[in-house]
């Protein structure tokens, strides 16, 4: 939704193609896994392609009903916070009453919605953070008077650098505001 006086971002949370990724990737070594140890105990070949019967139960057949367990929780986790959606939500830059709100959702829980509300003129500048290296970090802030920085920008793969600089310089021509780099 977007007009002259409002402007909304909508932020990806955990609704990632790589989440999804690493469910499906995560479910199948998992469960691999666990077939593998229950093939050594039972000595029976529940997997087709391997022969696990072949396998010592201890300490062999524990340790990949282990990885396996621990590769089956680690899917569940990620399945349920893309159901529930965490870190999705949506960044709105309202002109006409003056304020910036972002909402954030976050586990269940009392305090699942995260509302942060900004009256514009307490917002100094915008500022762009770029750190290249191993780890890269390609951000947006909101800075406040008192030097609160505020991050407007989503999680994961840093976006492209023109990207980012458009994405800033707009919204610092919309709010009125500068903008800086860091």
Known sequence: METDLIKREDIIGSRRIE???WIVLLTIGGVGFLLASCSSYFKVN?????????LDFIPQGILMLVYGSGAVLVSIY?????????????????LSSSTI???????PGNNRNILLSYPINEI?????????????KRAIYLVTIDKRRI???????PMPLFTLEEKATTLAKFL??????V
């Not at 529940?46 to 072949?54: I, S």
């Not at 991050?151 to 793969?157: D, I, K, R, Y």
């Not at 009125?176 to 780099?181: A, E």
């Open 19 to 21: 989440n999804y990724v």
């Open 46 to 54: 529940l997997l087709p392609f391997a022969n696990p019967v072949e």
């Open 78 to 94: 990620l399945i349920l916070i893309i159901v529930w959606d965490v870190g999705g939500g949506y960044n709105e830059f309202d």
């Open 124 to 136: 100094k500048s915008i500022e762009v953070e770029i750190k290249e290296g191993i780890n890269p």
């Open 176 to 181: 009125n505001i500068p903008y800086n780099y």
């Open 151 to 157: 991050p407007l920008t989503g999680v994961g793969e």
């Open 101 to 107: 709100r972002l909402v954030r959702r976050g586990f």
